[in-house]
């Protein structure tokens, strides 16, 4: 950020000056890129936080794709083999079930356009607040590890386990 010398403190001013495309001819802009597999998260429905939320954000884009030659070890039927399988773990674990019971309380919230008058029900919905707050710290305290490396949680397990999934599957292909 440039500051001018003695200039009082009126905001800020933030420029895009750069515009990045992949090799599909995609932009990056407005849409990140697309996971093929997506864990649920309750960042994904924060309001505010993507570039997309901005008021003047440059819109998604396309050029000409370059020539580029995809893997041929990924293809769509390996991606839907890895998703299928993820998917499955995903609706058996509690760990997962609870971020999504967590996104479903959050969009319930959101939605609500007003607040409890009565004191009784607004100190229920305080203290129903308080305890999800209380049992985000539990879980923060489960996955606190090591500070120099990456803290292990059931994301970065499931992510583990989809590279399992794909290196058997590329070891049962090549086999054949």
């Known amino acids: 950020m440039f500051r001018l010398p003695n200039a009082p403190p009126l905001g800020a001013l933030k420029l895009t000056i750069q515009q990045f495309y992949r090799p599909n001819g995609d932009s990056t802009q407005n849409r990140g890129v697309v996971a093929d597999i997506e864990l649920p998260s309750l960042t994904n429905h924060l309001e505010g936080i993507a570039e997309s939320d901005l008021d003047y954000a440059l819109p998604f884009d396309q050029i000409r794709a370059a020539q580029f030659q995809t893997a041929s070890d990924v293809d769509p039927a390996v991606i839907q083999y890895l998703k299928g399988r993820s998917e499955e773990r995903v609706k058996n674990s509690p760990d997962f079930q609870k ?50 490396g990456i803290k292990r949680d059931y994301y970065l397990d499931e992510v583990l386990q989809i590279m399992v999934d794909y290196l058997q599957h590329r070891v049962v292909a090549q086999a054949r």
Do not use: H, S
């Open 99 to 148: 971020v999504k019971a967590d996104i479903e309380r959050y969009l319930a919230q959101r939605e609500k356009k007003t607040v409890p008058l009565m004191e009784e029900k607004f100190m229920a919905q305080v203290k129903e607040l308080n305890a999800d707050k209380e049992e985000e710290k539990r879980l923060k305290a489960l996955t606190e590890g090591n500070e120099e």
